[in-house]
């Protein structure tokens, strides 16, 4: 699977004693992570390719199982494994998601035309994501990154094509 790999998601730990293990998605798409799909998983510099078997959903994790793992001893080398995608193989979001690595690096203005920086990093959020500003040219004494949630009442424009996200802040999240 060659080319550039964009993460889907990560293995925290295993499920069970079946070969399953525990993944934290991060992407809205349960269609990434459907059977006969394949990821790449990345441990430790190691990548190896894996094929999906069934997949669920358990609370805020998703609990895959991989073609060829069948005990808890195989699932446990892959706690802390990447997984991970090429572009084309990202399935479509639907209009108005994103994912993160198009996300960062936006240029972040204001309602009323202000620079505020650029998106660092998505911060994966329980309730929503989270962007992380890096401030902009011209801050005066270093000022912090700002936090801005990832919600409609506040980030209200995002233009990939030109590289933009128009937000409305609020008091307090600067």
């Known amino acids: 699977m060659p080319g550039d790999f964009i993460a889907v998601g990560r293995v925290t730990t295993f ?35 894996l094929e999906i078997e069934s997949v669920r959903r358990h609370k805020e994790f998703l609990v895959v199982k991989f073609a060829g793992f069948r005990c808890i001893d195989d699932a ?4 802390g494994a990447l997984l991970e995608v090429t572009r084309p193989e990202l399935v479509e979001l639907p209009e108005g998601k994103y994912y993160a690595f198009q996300i960062e690096g936006l240029e972040v203005v204001t309602t009323e035309g202000r620079y505020l920086g650029k998106i660092a990093q998505v911060i994966n959020g329980v309730a929503h994501d989270i962007y992380e500003v890096a401030p902009g040219q ?30 409305n802040l609020i008091p307090g999240l600067e």
């Open 138 to 167: 011209g801050k005066p004494g270093g000022q912090e990154r700002i936090l801005i949630p990832a919600v409609q009442e506040i980030v209200k424009e995002i233009n990939l094509d030109l590289g933009t996200m128009i937000v």
């Open 15 to 49: 499920q069970g004693n079946r070969g399953e293990v525990r993944v934290l998605s991060f992407t809205d798409s349960f269609e990434q992570f459907s059977a006969g799909r394949k990821l790449r998983a990345t441990k430790k510099g190691v990548a190896r390719v």
């Open 76 to 79: 446990k080398l892959l706690r």
